[in-house]
């Protein structure tokens, strides 16, 4: 942290509540993990305090549960805690969620992650992958300006299901058929020059797929660069987007260098770099490596376990 954002921290102090404090102190004094833990569960609510299940502020202190406050709500008779709407809900062992963090934070394979944080193979996998639910979702309303889209391709994997349509791929196989085919799955990456990044899994390689994803989040005020593909081309005519094509080729516009394609294949290329270490992912688990990776790319990401740890429980701006 810099000298600026330091004073920022101190000026911002004065604002706390007694009950926010309390829990800065906690975290200062380097408490146990378990207690660590708790303290950054906790200030979800510190806040605000409103009731998970009808978000009426009426409530009251209801006892202690597994280390958490637990709540009483007046208005719907509810109980609750802090974990109580997030993904982390019901997950145990919060002694060990910091281990966690710090494995994501540095890419660990599963095996690796489940050997630093003292639980078995499955559990480490079902913990990433509620881990990453929230960042999976959280994505740009909006990108600005001048944005490139393109999309990139993933072999198909089976990974974890039982029975396998095919015989299996030895790991980090290539696909049969040579160019497209149905072994492939597109995934559209999208994103501005701030680095504003929209990604998705596409249904197929349609116009339709490509509607679903982006449609509402560029507009006439943006200028999309793109190489051409049909999906895309048919999606900025039909909502009059402006655009420019690169030509497939190039990466660059031919007249005019400020247009072109090559943040986005850039980031095509560390995604596929990056998950090289995960030996082939589930198609249906891709969204999740997809947000894993957003959360990399963004501009001015904190990435300490604290930071993954709020932004699994869905608070994404920490780790702005
Ligand atoms: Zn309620």
């Known amino acids: 942290m810099n000298r600026d954002e330091f004073e920022n921290l101190i000026a911002l102090i004065d604002d706390l509540s007694q009950e926010q404090r309390d829990l800065l102190r906690k975290a200062l004094e380097g408490e146990n993990d378990f207690e660590h833990v708790v303290s950054i569960i906790e200030s979800r609510l510190a806040a605000k305090r409103e009731c998970a299940h009808c978000h009426s502020g009426n409530v009251k202190k ?31 062992k919060k002694d060990r969620w910091l281990k966690m963090a710090s494995s994501l934070k540095e890419g660990l394979s599963v095996r690796k992650t489940a050997a630093r944080c003292g639980v078995s193979v499955s559990t480490a996998f079902r913990w990433r992958h509620r881990f990453l639910r929230a960042a999976a979702s959280d994505k740009p309303v909006k990108l600005e300006g001048i944005a490139e889209a393109d999309e990139t391709y993933f072999l198909e994997s089976f990974k974890g299901h039982r029975q396998l349509p095919r015989p299996s791929r030895k790991r980090g196989g290539k696909a049969k058929k040579r160019g497209l085919s149905s072994e492939q799955i597109p995934v559209l990456v999208a994103r501005d020059r701030q680095g504003a990044v929209i990604d998705a899994v596409l249904q197929d390689q349609s116009k339709a797929a490509v509607k679903k994803v982006l449609s509402g989040r560029l507009g006439r005020d943006n200028i999309l660069c793109i190489d051409g593909g049909n999906a895309l081309w048919g999606f900025v005519n039909d909502e009059e987007i402006p655009f420019k094509l690169i030509l497939a080729d190039k990466h660059v516009h031919e007249k005019d260098s400020i247009f072109h394609i090559q943040n986005v294949n850039g980031y095509h290329h560390r995604l596929k770099s990056w998950m090289v270490r995960f030996n082939g992912v589930a198609t249906k688990y891709l969204p999740n490596y997809l947000g894993w990776r957003r959360v990399y790319e963004r501009p001015h990401a904190v990435l300490t376990p604290t930071a993954w740890i709020q932004a699994a429980l869905g608070r994404y701006q920490h780790l702005m």
């Open 62 to 92: 209801w006892g202690k549960s597994r280390g958490l406050q637990r709540y009483r709500c007046y208005d719907c008779g509810k109980t609750f805690n802090s974990l109580t709407d997030s993904p982390l809900a019901f997950l145990r």
